[in-house]
């Protein structure tokens, strides 16, 4: 691994390469086009504006006194018209997340979305996802993303306990989400997620279960479910430092994800990742171009981007990010290696309940230095029942599924 340091751009290249001049987004995206040509299928698009910032969230995201949400859709036009050069097909999905992009008052995000459709090419049946937190859904948006044919929204719901929230300082009224969510589908929204944490601090099987009962009882057609991280250096991660939260054991996790585990199948939603469970056809098709190791163009600051084996993040500081462009600014620049992109590829693509082509395994063993201890790893998994490879996939068995990380990890 060799790190370059480009104007303050730090560049991480896993095979000893070297990238001079960088500085922008469109710096490395041409960069990445040395590589073979550009295919970017997929759009991510951060919005930072948040009403308060929950105590175990790392994303770039914060309060905004100064009220900067209209020159943050100016300058994030100005963005995409300049990405459009690099994105040569119709994109296949679009994801706005952040942040709460909710937070941006209803003529903006239309103006934002309208803005974005015009100056990127997109597919007839592109899949438009827009995370919204449950207390920003009135009925004037819920009505506006109605119109504007979004065909997901993600509400993060967390829990319904007050306890649980409170844990995690995370500030909505349980009743909200199912406001929110009888708002939606008034408004003719198709498809709804709802994102749950379990292994909160103090939280219990039981809880988990009352958790699951109130979401499924919304009947969402989607919905994530993560056990908690503590991210370094949030305030969440402080606290346990100091001993104010404990950690739940690794046996009480262990319990909650069996339980969102079985009770999901009892309902008929089929798990499709690790972490992930959809209605039949109600995937999160951006998410699965991520498991693909596909390539997707970032915009906004601290979004991050992917094409051709090379990883970049917009600067995570709106100020900056409104200073320049109209290419972003960019701070991370990582080059995978062919082996670390082999990594990658096994890593990803695990996390998919189908799993892996068996014939892709055996080019992707084929590829990299890495070949020998992969194989060696897939075979010591599949004698211990947490891999298996059932007629033409490699996948994760149930108990495989439980210990993912530490599977997957051996493969990277
Ligand atoms: S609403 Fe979401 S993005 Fe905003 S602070 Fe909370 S977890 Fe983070």
């Known amino acids: 691994m060799t790190d370059i340091s480009v104007a303050g751009v730090r560049v991480n290249s896993s095979d000893g390469g070297s990238a001079t001049g960088i500085r922008s987004a469109e710096d490395v995206a ?55 050069r690099f994105i040569r097909r119709p994109l296949t999905s679009v994801f706005v997340g952040g942040g709460t992009p909710t937070m941006l008052p209803p003529k903006l995000l239309r103006e934002m979305v309208e803005g974005l459709r015009i100056r990127l090419p997109m597919a007839a049946n592109v899949e438009w996802t827009i995370e919204a ?29 007050r306890s649980l929230l409170k844990a995690l300082e995370r500030h909505h009224d349980p009743a909200s989400v199912a406001r929110a969510v009888s708002l939606l589908r008034a408004a003719g929204v198709p498809q709804i997620n709802l994102d749950l944490i379990f292994a909160a601090p103090g939280s219990t099987v039981e809880q988990c ?35 104010v939260v404990q950690r739940v ?11 969102v585990v079985e009770a ?8 499709y990742e690790v972490s992930n469970w959809s209605r039949s056809g109600a995937q ?42 109209p290419s972003s600014p960019v701070q991370d620049v ?59 996939h490699l996948h994760l068995t149930d108990p495989g599924f439980q210990m993912a990380d530490s599977v997957l990890v051996d493969l990277l």
């Open 334 to 392: 990582e080059l995978l290696s062919e082996d670390a992109q082999v990594g990658e590829a096994f890593m990803l693509g695990l996390r998919v309940v189908g799993g892996i082509e068996r014939t892709r395994v055996e080019q992707l063993l084929q590829r990299g230095c890495g070949g020998p201890r992969r194989r060696a790893a897939i075979a010591r998994h599949v004698a211990a029942g947490l891999l298996v490879q059932a007629g033409t």
């Open 30 to 84: 041409e960069m990445a086009e040395t590589r073979g040509p550009a295919s970017y299928e997929g759009l991510y698009v951060h919005v930072p504006f948040c009403r308060h910032k929950c105590h175990y969230c790392d994303f770039y995201s914060f309060v905004d006194s100064e009220n900067r949400s209209g020159v943050f859709v100016q300058r994030l036009l100005a963005e995409a018209a300049a990405a459009a």
């Open 249 to 259: 054991s690794d046996d009480n996790e262990a319990a909650q994800y069996e339980h």
């Open 133 to 161: 937190n449950p207390e920003t859904i009135d009925a004037a948006m819920a009505q506006e993303l109605g119109a504007l044919c979004v065909r997901r929204v993600s509400l993060g719901a967390q829990s319904f306990d």
């Open 264 to 271: 999901l199948a009892a309902e008929g939603f089929q798990r």
């Open 209 to 243: 279960a009352a958790d699951l009962h109130e979401a499924i009882a919304l009947q969402p057609d989607h919905l994530s479910a993560y056990g908690l991280v503590y991210e370094p250096n949030t305030p969440l991660t402080v606290k346990l430092k100091q001993g």
């Open 284 to 325: 999160c098709q951006h998410n699965l171009l991520y498991w693909r190791n596909g390539d997707w163009f970032g915009l906004g600051p601290s979004a991050a981007s992917h094409s051709r084996g090379v990883r970049w993040r917009n600067v995570p500081r709106l100020g900056d990010w409104l200073a320049q462009g």
